[in-house]
């Protein structure tokens, strides 16, 4: 995603934030800063994958909704790498694991029962992902052939599709304005499914995220 994408998707979200803080929240309503270390894979079988790290940043708004439940939404950006096996094509016996980036944004609207109050909650909830290609960290490896194909090149399967939706799940302690949590993404969608579309060795590319993500959040 460019620049200009960015700042829309935060603009557009900051309006629609305020909107329905003033409208819904009067009673408890927070907002809050976020960051985190990210776990991140592809779980298919046309992919030799290594599970890499990443960060998550954003901003987050959590409001009381009714008797135990609170609503919590937000926009994150994120940077996630992960490996893919590949080999030399003019030496075969020169292989390696390509490391590979995913940048991009996610917005968030999740349910939140309280355990305990403000301190102890479960957090679910659907999740909108938009994201750039999946591009090869080293120039030096765009032209490696991947595992498992004769023709198919690390720089081919950069196009996945950008727009996906996950879902998640997690668990989030700590004090009233400053939070820990660990939270479980799955990518509901075929994010390969855009590979589909250009006429690659393989027609028929299947995959789906999966993100395990440890994070603060500070509340004003």
Do not use: C, W
């Not at 399967?157 to 998640?168: A, L």
């Not at 400053?178 to 250009?198: A, E, I």
Request: aromatic share 16%; glycine share 10%; net charge negative.
């Amino acid at each position: 995603m460019s620049l200009k994408n960015y700042i829309f998707v935060t603009l557009t979200f900051l309006f629609i934030q305020n909107s329905i803080a003033q409208r819904n929240f009067d009673h408890y309503n927070r907002l809050g800063l976020t960051g985190g270390f990210s776990l991140y894979d592809i779980n298919t079988s046309d992919l030799n994958t290594k599970q890499g790290s990443g960060f998550t940043a954003g901003f987050t708004t959590r409001g009381a909704f009714r008797n135990d439940f609170d609503l919590i939404y937000g926009i994150d950006f994120f940077s996630n790498n992960i490996e893919i096996f590949g080999r030399n094509a003019n030496n075969s016996f020169e292989t390696q694991y390509i490391d590979y980036n995913l940048q991009g944004v996610q917005i968030k609207f999740l349910g939140s029962y309280n355990i305990i109050k403000h301190h102890l909650t479960l957090e679910f909830g659907p999740i909108l992902n938009i994201s750039g290609k999946l591009k090869v960290d080293k120039e030096q490896f765009e032209d490696y052939i991947l595992d498992g194909y004769t023709t198919l090149k690390a720089k081919d399967i950069e196009g996945v599709s950008p727009v996906n939706f996950h879902v998640m799940g997690g668990i989030t302690g700590g004090l009233e304005s400053f939070r820990v949590s660990v939270k479980y993404q799955y990518g509901v969608t075929n994010m390969l499914n855009k590979l589909n579309d250009d006429e690659l060795e393989n027609t028929n590319f299947k995959g789906n995220s999966s993100t395990i993500i440890f994070a603060l959040v500070v509340y004003f």
